[in-house]
């Protein structure tokens, strides 16, 4: 996984979500998880927790902001507010009870997973975590949007791309 530095963690905490490239598939987070009042939520992969505090506008009691990069977490904790917490993950291990958040939201971080099976032990991970019925959504990057500019992001162009194979994404 990539690790942020200080200074690129301090600036991708600056990032928003309306008008960016972003907004589009947060919207889709809303319709698919649908009244979030008094339910629990696993951000997986929080970053600085710009998804985390977007879930608690959803109407979510409670939001778990989790992320394996101490420098993010240590970001999304200078924004914490009350109803949303940051923890690191250490190891594969997301830290909660198996079936403690009724929904779970993962927003780019697979695409910066580097293997399938890194992949499988993260879903099997949310998946322990997340009650019997409860919804998952990913949103992850197309393969074929490498080499196109965004609002907020792009990703340099890259021949003879193979799965598992390092991308730079420019933010």
């Known amino acids: 996984m990539y690790q942020y530095s200080p200074e690129n963690a301090a600036i991708y905490s600056q990032l928003g979500i309306i008008g960016t490239t972003y907004e589009v598939s947060f919207n889709e987070i809303a319709r698919v998880l649908g009244d979030l009042k008094g339910k629990t939520v696993l951000d997986y992969g929080t970053g600085a927790g710009r998804s985390a505090r977007l879930l608690q506008t959803l109407g979510a009691q409670r939001v778990i902001g989790v992320d394996h990069d101490s420098n993010m977490i240590q970001q999304a904790k ?88 390092p991308i730079t994404c420019v933010v």
Request: hydrophobic fraction near 35%.
């Open 78 to 165: 200078l924004n914490e507010v009350n109803g949303i917490e940051f923890h690191q993950i250490q190891g594969e291990k997301i830290p909660l009870d198996d079936h403690s958040v009724d929904a779970a939201v993962t927003a780019h971080v697979f695409v910066e997973m580097r293997t399938k099976e890194e992949m499988v032990r993260a879903a099997r991970e949310i998946a322990r975590v997340l009650k019997p019925g409860g919804k998952l959504v990913v949103i992850s990057t197309s393969p074929h949007s490498v080499g196109h500019d965004y609002v907020s992001y792009r990703y340099k162009p890259k021949d003879n791309l193979q799965s598992g194979d």
